[in-house]
């Protein structure tokens, strides 16, 4: 799943996350003749392999949150469950099993 999408303004698009699927990001071809480019990152790869550049990941997700609490970028949460209990991860996969669910299911502890 695509989580976020920035652009620089210069043809350069970023996604950190989960990489997407092929289906995901159908028109992915149509940068080829474009001189664009599009960036993958996988949350913690720097940390994983400790690079020398993993300070970054900290900017990275100051960035991010920035833009959070400024509305440029909006969550895809949609539905909030409270408490990890037996009760609420039923509820959460009855919701998610109906198939309807659109955005993220959060579940709170």
Known sequence: MLTVGMSDGNGCAAAIGCAPTLQE???????QGKSAALVLELMFTRSMFATPDMFEQGNTLARMASLVDDGTVQPTET?????LSVETLKAAHEIIEAGSMIGRLVMEH
């Open 25 to 31: 990001v159908p028109y992915i071809s149509a940068l």
């Open 79 to 83: 539905k909030r469950l409270g408490g």
